[in-house]
């Protein structure tokens, strides 16, 4: 049973240090504690796993269009649909969550490559 769990609970982990630590590099982007921060990292996995692949298939034609780069966008709309739904998460604004975006995902495929 846990052997299954493991690989969620990793990405789990990996999601909240990587908004972690975003929080303390993006003045615009806050936790109000610790119960927030994993709150959010779970709901953005499921957003990432859900509404993110639907947001790029009805944007495709945009994203052809700017040679994938509307992607970033998608990001940065996923991050902030996030924040309004957490209570205690918030971001100032759209380019707070769009370079947020950016590093966490850039963190996060860091620390994965350290870590696998």
Known sequence: MMGNLTPFLVQWALTSLSLW????????????????LLVAALLLGFANAIVKPLLILFTLPLTVLTMGL???VINA?????????????????FWTAFFASIFISLFSLFVSGILF
């Open 21 to 36: 630590v975003a929080s303390y590099i993006f003045s615009g982007l806050r936790f109000a504690d610790g119960g927030s």
């Open 70 to 72: 509307f992607l970033l």
């Open 77 to 93: 709309l996923v991050l902030m649909l996030v924040s309004q739904l957490v209570s205690g998460f918030s971001i100032s604004g």
